[in-house]
């Protein structure tokens, strides 16, 4: 197990090594406008050598919209090169996703070992609940 970590602007970014094929990303501080590419660049770099990536995003503080046009952009890649991945959000960043991400498109669980359960394949997806139209 290694790790590595940066810095950028009001954002820290730490790699961990699980396996050869497993990574857990631990972003803590801001992203936004000034730090997004850098964020979605730290990811993006890492995509080409994993199977299973985690982005644990629960030391956020503040995350605004080019986060999640950031994850979206991970999103795309991870499932093009079939990377199985998850994040966990802090409270910020589930704000910003339930009004950008309405429908729970991207794969958030509540912790770090749920996530990591999740993209090894030994929980299945969280169900749909449908819910009855109000008249």
């Not at 857990?24 to 730090?35: F, K, L, P, S, Y």
């Not at 990536?53 to 999103?75: M, P, R, Y």
């Not at 960043?93 to 070992?113: E, K, T």
Request: with cysteine; charged share 20%; glycine share 6%.
């Amino acid at each position: 197990m290694s790790s590595i970590s940066d810095s950028y602007r009001t954002a820290q970014f730490s790699t961990q090594w699980l396996q050869p094929d497993t990574v857990v990303i631990r972003v803590t501080g801001e992203i936004d406008a000034a730090n997004s590419r850098e964020f979605i660049d730290y990811a993006l770099r890492l995509s080409g050598q994993v199977h299973r990536l985690i982005l644990d995003l629960s030391g956020i503080e503040f995350f605004g919209t080019a986060g999640f046009s950031a994850l979206h952009a991970l999103n795309a890649r991870c499932v093009g090169a079939r990377i199985e991945w998850a994040l966990t959000p802090s409270a910020g960043v589930a704000r910003v996703l339930q009004l950008c991400d309405p429908d729970w498109d991207l794969p958030m669980y509540a912790s770090v070992d749920e996530a990591l359960s999740a993209v090894r394949g030994q929980t299945s997806p969280p169900l749909l609940q449908l819910v009855p139209k109000s008249r």
